[in-house]
Nanobody, 112 residues
Framework: EVQLVESGGGLVQPGGSLRLSCAAS????????LSWVRQAPGKELEWIAF????????NYKDSVKDRATISRDNAKNMLYLQMNSLKPEDTAVYYC?????RGQGTQVTVSS
């Protein structure tokens, strides 16, 4: 059974940073590409970052491209998202995604 458990969210002031983590299990982690997606209040789910299985190819939504870094540790079955220069519009529940599977999400709130 695929399990994805996100953590690391919280309340941060505009301009601040957060590092989100996702612990994965139930599949051969290093074989598969993974993504981070987010859902803001009242909005649809939005893809924001992708990383391939080896971790040597990444892609980002334009709105976060210069502020986000997706990474993974295949030895630990962990996925990460470093977000810098956070803006109020980054407020959302953040999920790691494997195919159609997502975890329970971690809330990120950017507010002064």
């Amino acid at each position: 059974e695929v399990q994805l458990v996100e953590s690391g969210g919280g309340l941060v002031q505009p301009g601040g940073s957060l590092r989100l983590s996702c612990a994965a299990s139930g599949f051969t982690f290093q074989t598969y590409a993974l993504s981070w997606v987010r859902q803001a209040p009242g909005k649809e789910l939005e893809w924001i970052a992708f990383i391939n299985g080896r971790g040597d190819s990444t892609n980002y939504k334009d709105s976060v491209k210069d502020r986000a870094t997706i990474s993974r540790d295949n030895a630990k079955n962990m996925l990460y998202l470093q977000m810098n220069s956070l803006k109020p519009e980054d407020t959302a529940v953040y999920y790691c995604a494997f195919g159609q599977s997502r975890g329970q999400g971690t809330q990120v709130t950017v507010s002064s």
